[in-house]
């Protein structure tokens, strides 16, 4: 919320409905042919959980995607995953990580190495 303005849009990928709200008034409504059913509560609940373990798994780089995963759903109350949904999340978080890990690398490439001090 930049400056009291919020943006919402559609989950749906290729959806471009979107609203645009400043200080609780609606400015802008962005609509094209926005009809398709809107997605269940399990597949809303499973997209935040794996919002969520994207930014823990950067941030607790250390920690079994196991133990983020058990974390998250503990705090969330979503219940049991299935086998399938475990194994994608975890591939997920390696994932996240490996491009995070070559986003670092990447920096650490383009920044110049510290000049030593002269002696004197």
Partial sequence: MKGGMERWKCTKKNCKAALKIFQNVLVNIIMNEHNHPKPDESTLRRQILNGRLKQKALAQYFDKPGVLISEELNKSGMGQ??????????????????????????????????SPEPNQ
């Fill in 81 to 114: 995953l299935s086998k399938h949904e475990m194994t994608l999340l975890k591939k997920n978080i390696h994932r996240i990580r490996a491009v995070g890990r070559g986003q670092a690398c990447r920096e650490t490439e383009t920044t110049p190495a510290p």
